[in-house]
């Protein structure tokens, strides 16, 4: 796969974590973004907490690797939003645990 492929793969968290941290370290380091984090992109993984189809720690984990992508941008003009909900979803130890914000985050995202 290509680097775009894995990304658009990654963005939608549509393959296994271990899957994905593997072919995302298979890729040379970059800062040019080819793809980008959109708010709905979020939005529909927090919905899949919330429907029980992921875990509290894949979210996390997913959100970690999401943030420490420089080869991803943000959707325009909803930057704050998008770094707010990643930092929310990667640190439940700062931020409260995910079933707890998870209102508060769709409605950040989607409002």
């Known amino acids: 796969m290509d680097r775009r492929s ?4 990654l963005l939608a968290f549509d393959r296994p974590l271990p899957e994905l941290n593997d072919a995302l370290d298979g890729l040379e380091w970059s800062d040019e973004p080819v793809e980008t984090l959109r708010r709905t992109h979020i939005a529909a993984v ?9 875990t509290a720690g894949e979210v996390e984990a ?3 690797l999401v943030e420490s992508r420089e080869d991803l941008g943000f959707e325009p003009r909803h930057e704050e939003a998008i770094a ?7 640190n439940p130890d700062l931020q409260g645990a995910l079933h707890e914000i998870v209102d508060d985050l769709l409605e950040a995202l989607e409002g």
């Open 46 to 54: 927090v919905r899949r907490f919330a429907a029980a189809t992921l």
């Open 62 to 64: 997913w959100a970690s």
């Open 6 to 9: 894995i990304l658009a793969s």
């Open 84 to 90: 707010d909900a990643l930092f929310d979803l990667g």
